[in-house]
């Protein structure tokens, strides 16, 4: 059974998130980053497996929130006191179970939540599970564990459409304007964040397109919101930010879809 689970998707990430965990803490240390990781992790873990036992009778893995756990803490600085990350973690379960439509969540559960506590606890987000603070070559292992990753919930198209649009727009802002304001999205931990959003955040199969087709404009819509929030609010939280309102068009896309088929069914019957 755990080796089923562990070539699942889910498990699968679990595992390339606790691999990349494990080299960040080469650098920023085990003891700084374990309060933040445990307490976002646990937290999110136990509160999601007492609300899936009274929602379904019957005890389930929480693989989901272990995912959203690990997503808040990886993001968040470890500076930060282990009750933030916690309190995020408790945001973003609530969120997922509170924002739903019949078939998913609306909104992927550790962007809204780290949008939400950002305004609340003012956080710091150093993306240090990206691998900033490590040498250039560890800079691979992110873009291998993150295609491998992407082709597995086959979201490729996203991801590429995103990265594409997202540095087409700032090299042509760094050319037309003043360089020095962007330069900060080309290197380390902007890079490192960017690389480790698309792969792993963006390509949330809940709120994510399935077709290629959706995926291109959802990846234009994330990568031109979030380019507009870092130009027009300057909030560390742009990518999140972006990831929230390609989420509503989603939802949106997917009521529309559902509205269609109900009238197509009510002709034919």
């Known amino acids: 059974m755990i080796r089923k689970f562990f070539s699942t998707p889910k498990g699968l990430l679990i595992v390339i998130l606790a691999v990349l965990t494990a080299l960040a803490a080469i650098v920023e240390g085990i003891f700084p980053i374990a309060p933040g990781l445990a307490g976002a992790v646990l937290v999110a873990a136990v509160l999601d497996l007492f609300i899936l036992r009274r929602k379904h009778y019957a005890w389930e ?44 969540n609306v909104f992927n559960p550790a962007a809204l939540a780290l949008v939400v506590t950002f305004y609340i606890f003012n956080t710091g987000q150093s993306w240090w599970g990206a691998l900033p603070e490590l040498p250039p070559v560890a800079i691979a292992v992110l873009f291998v564990t993150g295609a491998f990753i ?59 397109p399935v077709r290629y087709s959706d995926q291109v404009t959802c990846g234009l819509i994330v990568a031109i919101a979030s380019y507009l929030i870092f130009e027009f609010v300057g909030a560390a939280h742009y990518l999140l930010a972006g990831v929230l309102v390609g989420n509503v068009w989603e939802a949106w896309r997917r009521r529309q879809a559902a509205t269609r088929r109900t009238a197509v069914a009510g002709t034919l019957s």
């Open 150 to 208: 992407a082709d597995r919930v086959n979201k490729m198209p996203l991801v590429l459409v995103f990265l594409g649009a997202y540095y087409l727009l700032f090299t042509l802002t760094a050319f037309l304007g003043n360089p020095r304001q962007v330069a900060e999205i080309f290197r380390a931990p902007d890079l490192h964040a960017a690389l480790f959003f698309a792969f792993f955040i963006l390509t949330d199969p809940p709120t994510s």
């Open 61 to 104: 893995i929480p693989d989901g929130a272990i995912l959203t756990g690990l997503f808040v803490a990886m993001v968040l600085s470890p500076l930060e006191p282990w009750y933030v990350p916690a309190s995020t973690s408790i945001v973003a379960i609530a969120s997922k179970h509170l924002f739903r439509t019949r078939s998913a």
